[in-house]
């Protein structure tokens, strides 16, 4: 069996998303698409802003399961820009993913 890799603490990412953009249903998935407008990087390994101009899509399949796929871009303090390309899953208990539907604050454990 491999050993897990250790992980380090790099920075924590601010981001400023603005309302969401329902798309509708489209070929049986709910889509929708959430601008990042900013803010910022903090952490002993990266610092700087995010850039306004990226945005999260989010397709909710039948099943209940969001793939979500964030793209936006940072500018560290010496004016580097970084790429940031997220896939992700989301899943969880029906009555959660409804809350969160609503917009409630829910604990990531419990999805």
């Not at 850039?51 to 796929?69: C, N, P, V, Y």
């Amino acid at each position: 069996m491999t050993e897990a890799p250790a992980l380090d603490y790099a920075f924590n990412l601010d981001v400023l998303i603005a309302p969401a953009l329902e798309i509708g249903v489209v070929g049986g998935a709910t889509k929708r698409m959430i601008r990042i407008v900013g803010e910022c990087v903090r952490g002993p390994r990266l610092s700087g802003v995010v850039l306004s101009g990226g945005a999260a899509w989010r397709t909710i399949s039948a099943d209940g399961i969001a793939h979500i796929h964030a793209r936006y871009m940072v500018q560290t303090g010496d004016g580097t820009v970084i790429e940031v390309d997220n896939p992700g899953i989301r899943r969880g208990p029906q009555a959660i993913i409804e809350r969160l539907a609503m917009g409630d604050d829910v604990e990531p454990a419990l999805y």
